[in-house]
Structure formats: structure tokens, C-alpha cells
């Protein structure tokens, strides 16, 4: 099978297409026939080794695929050769064949395209449970998200508004702050031309009750500086590539939480509650309140270019490599 293969550590540039054994599903795996991978951030962690896991050398990177099932290992039930399948591990995606564990596979809906499954699942089940789960947000109260114009920020914004919260989009142009607006956010902040907590304590004075949060950086403590009082503010990830060091008096002058949220963690410790989550986020889809934004589609060839756009935050929305 062809596969997109890390050899050595290193920038996306380093990657190559091979030629690569097709893998074989163990006890509770199942084999799944790639055509659509969704390209995350953790990706381009992953292949610089600065991410929790760390495979060894050669692998393949991506943790989203969206296919059929080719083969089921030992002990496996709940799916069948044939099914159209959503799958996410921490590796491995961006191949033609990719083994998953059981528990982290899902049915897809015959109606939807495997390229939108492929930028559904790690997006919209993190927001889901940073927002229901981590900071519980309720109808009424006011979310800001920072890195809006992203996959897991627009995924953010969707929940947010299904949900019955206000949505305040935070991104850094224009044209992301567009693409925000369009998925059903109320409000933007462009904070690379305005002043971040001055334009948010003009939108909502007494500060946003939950900040969503997968950028870090500097924007961290601006945005905590202005949360409500017993605000809850969702880590949800660094890719301004620095990891914020807040003053810990600001939680406590605010009586206010710092919410980590690991989706990865969350689904091997409670994958029922992550199955339902998913039957959730498939009635959401649905309905329309949720739309997969793909705005690019990479070849196998283009996985490198993918992931350097991701880096520098060059993407609107989600991207995927399209594997067949």
C-alpha cells in the first residue's frame, strides 16, 4: 500500500510517499480501507517528536480516516467488513490502510462523503467535550473562541450556538472571521488589527462565561483577564506553539477555572459516553446545525504542504488528504 512516512524527526518537508506492508489488525482492531484523512495540528507535533505519543520510526502520520472496513481482528463486534466507518487514532491515517481500535470506530451515514467525515470527528468531538462535558455551557451565557476560523473552532462556534449560548469568534483576518460568521457566530474580534480584551469588554461587559481556547500563547491570559466572574476557560491546545504561564491570582481573583481538555485521554477512559456523544454529533449534522468545513482537499503527494499550512495557520476551516 502507499503511505506517507515519517523517517527521521523533523518539518513536514521531510515526509515521502512509500511503499509500506499492509498492517494487520490485533485483538480489538479494526483494518480500515483510507480515502479521506483530516489533517489536525497534532500532526505536525507528532512528526517533530513533540507530542504525548511517540511512535517509532518509520510511521505515518494522521489520526482521522474515514473508509470501509477491510478486516476485523480478534474479538471485535459492533461493525462489519464492508462498513462505512470514522475512525481516529494517534497515528497512522495518512495510508491506504490503517488499523484503528474497535472502540474508536464509528458508522458513518450513507448520505455523508467521506472527505466531511474525515474533518468531523476529532474537531467536533472535542468541542462537544470541552463544551458539554468539561466547562457544561449553558443556553444564555457567552462563549468566546479563540482560533474561530480553524476546524476545531468552527466546530466550537457550532456547538456553542446548538447549544443556545452567544458566540464571540476570535481569529486573526478577516476572511476567517468571515468563514465564522457564516457557521453562526454573533460576533468577531480580529485581534491581529484590534485590541483583544478592549474590543471584548465593549461586546460583553462582564466578560464571556467559557473561553474555548486552542491557540494559547499570549492570547491566553489577555482573553482570562477578561472572563466573567466563575468563568470557566477550556485548554484546549497551543498552536501559537507556546504554552501560556498564567499568574494564578487571576483564577483566583475571578473565582474562575482553568479546564484542560484531552479528547484523546476522554476516549479511551469512557468510550460509552463517547459513542453517544458521537450519535449526538451525527443528529446535529443532520438537522444542519453542524457543517464539516472543508475548504481543501491535498493528494498524498501534497501531505507535507498540508501540514505546513496547519503550522503557520495559513487554513480556514479543516483540510484533508484524500487518500484514493
Known sequence: MKAVVCRQWGLPESLVVDERPSPTPGPGEVLIEVHAAGVNFPDTLIIQRKYQVQPELPFSPGGEVAGRVLALGPGVSGCRVGDRVVGSAAFGGF???????????????????????????????????????????????????????????????????????????????????????????????????????????GLVPGGPQVIFDPVGGALSETAFRGIAWEGRHLVVGFAAGEVPRLPLNLPLLKGASVMGVYWGAFLRRDPETT??????????????????????????????????????????????????
Do not use: W
Open 95 to 201: 495510508a491506504q490502510e490503517a488499523v484503528v481500535a474497535a472502540e474508536r470506530v464509528v458508522p458513518l451515514p450513507e448520505d455523508m462523503p467521506y472527505e466531511q467525515a474525515a474533518a468531523f470527528v476529532l474537531a467536533y468531538g472535542t468541542s462537544l467535550h470541552a463544551l458539554k462535558d468539561r466547562a457544561r455551557l449553558l443556553a444564555g451565557e457567552t462563549l468566546l473562541v479563540l482560533g474561530a476560523g480553524g476546524g476545531v473552532g468552527i466546530a466550537a462556534v457550532e456547538i456553542g450556538k446548538a447549544m443556545g449560548a452567544r458566540v464571540i469568534a476570535a481569529a486573526s483576518d478577516a476572511q476567517k472571521l468571515a468563514l465564522c460568521v457564516a457557521h453562526g457566530a454573533d460576533d468577531t474580534i480580529n485581534y491581529a488589527s484590534e485590541d483583544l480584551r478592549e474590543r471584548l469588554s
Open 275 to 324: 459513542r453517544a456523544h458521537m450519535r449526538e454529533l451525527f443528529a446535529l449534522r443532520n438537522s444542519g446545525a453542524v457543517r464539516p468545513p472543508v475548504t481543501r482537499s491535498y493528494r498524498m503527494e501534497e501531505a507535507g504542504q498540508a501540514l505546513r499550512d496547519v503550522m503557520e495557520r495559513r487554513v480556514k476551516g479543516k483540510v484533508v488528504i484524500l487518500v484514493r
